[in-house]
């Protein structure tokens, strides 16, 4: 149960990552590093919860395959979800 | 950089593509399906391996007792207890094994196997041959054809291997000037422009598809070229320049073989209290086999392989006393050779498979793996787009429109037959040794037959959105077939025990519904005015 807990943990950081990414590029200034700042945390928020189930040996390659996933998801539900016509 | 030097660039990984792009599709698809070969869909394809088999270790001990008896102390040197439902074996096997020196000075492994139910225990057949007679007579099933096809094509040793070693090569090339000529590539990580013409639908995905899943793509080329070509290439390559070409040498190095120091004292193993023993200290793990070394004596010693611990290697091996079960030392499969390279290679396969951290990363692994299915489909897409609808390109336009229906035929023929090997499996009743043969002639035979279609229907849209429905058709329809000819239908196999099956069965259900969904929201013909619309197409560096 705490794994399967420690796994969404980790799913919610990536996508949160990746929308941190997002929108950090809409920002300026001390904001914008704010922002990165948030992001690498939230990436590394998801390598820690799945250091508990896989170990730190497995951990960031399963973290990095999950940032891929929630990259494509991200891009390619956004103009689906948010805009009708364009996303860039 | 200079301008020429990215176009030369965008040549290459243009070409690069276009030349394997078919290929580079058949290898991540079946890549992405055999992640799951061992052992899930080895379980769904073998009825007897579905839900719990027996874990019952002492009544195995007993048997390998029994047959230690019958079988006489010459094949005592090396006694092998593999277990059923685990990995790749869908019965407990116990071999027992005797190495003869031939006249020619080389060794040959003589085997008595014994093959028993995984779930009753009860004997079923015994083999009597060499080792590699063994291994050709073992019954073959989807989940052995899915997983060959992947790593040879089923070209065999060599062909077959350094085909697709050379197109890991390839990917990774792919990837490497894919970076190189995408010079936006941080500022265009979420450009996706679904709605404003079928080639920026096709060029964005590409490059989203690309840039996100990078390290992916990167890792399964690398790693694909070096399984395809290890055995072909590095090791004699290896042997040559390190052993004065030895490879037995080689191999003996890397992957030294167990020997214990015997005593001539002679003492009881314990192989069945021991197993239980380690099962109760290490639950989370599969105990894939045991092997045992020195059997009748005091040191004889027992390696227990398994999977799923705490290292990325996929394997690890337990090596303990086979008498008082004292734990001796544990290693990964190159663990031995205590070095950088020990761990490069251990890492080679779990990366390239993604077996290193049960169902959930597998399921990250196959959903990224379709991504480099589809990333060599988009990049094929492109490239015949931007020369039967745009400027680029020598030929006529009918030839590159051919060339788009081969390609739609032989990508979509490709997940059709794999579907259809799901019913041959259900289906077919032939003879085990012909099994293998029966299923690649239903996969072969579909494949061609919807090659032919998309070859011959002249509206590539109207082809993709039919076929979509079939697939979707056929994905269901598993499940189905399933449940009339096994007895296993999904609302039950859920609640006995029967969760892999369960789960296959599911994923098809998911999947063929998804297909059904997409095929009546695909467009039946080319949107009108869509050539070049809303993109300027002039094919430099500056538009890649």
Known sequence: ?88 | MQRDTTKKYYITHSWLGAITGILLFIVAYTGAFSVFGHNELKIWSNEGIRGEVSQDYPAIESLVRQHAKEVGPDYHDHIRIMLPGQSSFTRLLIAFEKETVLEDGSHEHQLIVYNHHPKTLALEDTFKGSLNEWFASGKGDMADFMVTFHADLHLGNPWGLVLTGLLGLTLFASVITGVVIHRKILRELFSFRPLRSLRLLFTDTHKVLGVWGLLFHGTIGFTGAFLGLVLVLLVPAAAFVSFSGDQEKLVETFLPEIEPAITGVAAEPNPGNILSEFRRNNPDVLLIDANIHGWGDESAIMAITTLGGDTLAASETFEVSAVTGEPLQSYSTFGKHDSVTGVILDAMYPLHFGNFGGVFVKVIWSLLGVGTALLAVTGMMIWIERRAYGPEGNLSKATYLRISRFTVGSCMGLVVASLSLFYAQLLLRVEAAEFSYWLGVVFFSSWVVVLAYGLAANNSYLTIKRLFLLCGLLAVGVPVVNALVTGDALPVTLFNGKSITAAVDLTLLLCGVFCVWASLKLPGARPAGDSLAGESVKPNAETI
């Open chain 1, 1 to 88: 149960m705490m794994d399967t807990l420690l796994v969404v943990v980790a799913l919610v950081s990536n996508v949160a990552t990746i929308l941190l990414w997002r929108l950090q590029r809409e920002s300026q200034g001390i904001i914008r590093t704010l922002i990165v700042v948030a992001a690498l945390l939230s990436f590394i928020v998801s390598c820690v919860a799945l250091s508990v189930p896989y170990a730190w040996t497995r951990a960031p390659f399963i973290a990095l395959g999950l940032l891929g996933l929630s990259g494509w998801l991200v891009v390619f539900a956004y103009p689906l979800i948010v805009k009708p016509t364009e996303s860039r």
